[in-house]
């Protein structure tokens, strides 16, 4: 069995991200948006960071017309059959017309010595066993909408998502989900609650809030889902320049092989707000709430969690191309406050 962390990790964490690990409190969250189609701008800082805000309590997830819901009514409810029918909305990330090959991969294809003049492009890849899918049903989030992934914690329940994500009834995540398998290979965990700010958004101030915490639920043999996938560390954002590693899911509407996607990038500030910023072609609809990792180590296939995608319009901009630039809240004060609140209550 995997180590977790115990409470001098937690302090040890308050620690890197220059605060306590006092518990936070508020206000029930609100429901999270569908899709981001307001543009706005959050004012910019002058280096001394935001006050925290409070942290919204426990939000469980709604579970239908099933008076329970657990790791075994998860895994029975996801069907390969009904994986295989999910085709959701982009959530804040605008969907291309069609499925196409970035151009800047055609460009490379046919002149690679192009590359040092071009953005960076994703690549399809087999995944890792830390990120995966979220499923999940109801009137805005159909099946297979965002990415999340799973945090290092006391208990080894949590996954890390964009806030304005927000799964529905029958919620589920399915680690390295890998597309018409009869078995995923790490399991479907049932989600038990969503802890996010009631003030979060996809605009305005806002949109630097917009990440959410979900708890999910021992499976059938009673295992804890870190102890299976592995766990990435909660960090806060040393700053906006930052290599990274950023592993997402496109949904099957913005792309049909329904694979997981990579791509190594540097980030940078953008202009104007709290936020960093990354230049990459091929995250489209889906991939709402992937992580962005320093330090990522292949053995283990985990890394520091210093960002993820989410923030100003859901997570990048508008127009044909928004599949190229990212966006991602900075990691500061706020994020570890509903760290706590979330391992604190589950």
């Not at 700010?197 to 021992?218: H, I, K």
């Not at 592995?230 to 949904?251: I, K």
């Not at 913005?254 to 202009?271: E, F, G, I």
């Amino acid at each position: 069995m995997r180590q977790r962390w115990g409470s001098a990790a937690l302090v040890a964490l308050g620690v890197t991200l220059g605060l306590a690990t006092a518990p936070a409190h508020g206000a029930v969250a609100a429901p999270g948006l569908a899709k981001a189609d307001d543009t706005g701008e959050t004012t910019p800082d002058n280096g001394a960071g935001t006050k925290p805000a409070d942290a919204g309590e426990t939000k469980p997830v709604d579970r239908g017309d099933q008076a329970t819901w657990t790791g075994k009514d998860a895994a029975a409810y996801w069907t390969p059959k009904r994986m295989a029918a999910a085709i959701a909305p982009a959530h804040g990330r605008p969907q291309p017309q069609h499925s196409v090959v970035p151009p800047e991969a055609e460009a490379l294809a046919h002149n690679p010595g192009a590359a040092s003049k071009l953005s960076p492009v994703a690549r399809h890849f087999d995944g890792i066993a830390s990120v995966g899918v979220l499923f999940s049903v109801d009137g805005n989030s159909k099946a297979h909408h965002c990415t999340a992934s799973v945090v290092h914690s006391p208990r080894g329940n949590l996954i890390l998502t964009a806030g304005h994500c927000n799964p529905g009834s029958r919620a589920a995540f399915v680690p390295q989900y890998t597309s018409g398998a009869a078995t995923q290979p790490y399991g479907v965990w049932a989600i038990d609650a969503v802890y996010d700010y009631p003030n979060r958004g996809t605009t305005g101030p806002g949109a630097d809030l917009d990440f959410a915490f979900a708890t999910v639920l021992p499976d059938d043999q009673g295992r804890v889902v870190e102890d299976v996938t592995g766990g990435n560390t909660l960090a806060a954002t040393p700053g906006y320049q930052n290599d990274v590693t950023v592993v997402g899911y496109p949904s099957v509407r913005n792309d049909p092989q329904d694979k997981a996607v990579r791509c190594n990038t540097r980030t940078t500030r953008l202009s104007g707000t709290r936020q960093l910023r990354m230049d990459c072609g091929g995250f489209y609809g889906g991939t709402s709430g992937s992580p962005w990792l320093a330090d990522f180590d292949e053995g283990s296939g985990t890394g520091r969690i210093v960002g993820l995608i989410g923030g100003l319009n859901g997570g990048g901009p508008k127009g044909p191309h928004s599949d190229r630039t990212s966006y991602s809240p900075y990691f500061g004060p706020e994020i570890l406050a509903l760290y706590n609140r979330a391992t604190q209550d589950s």
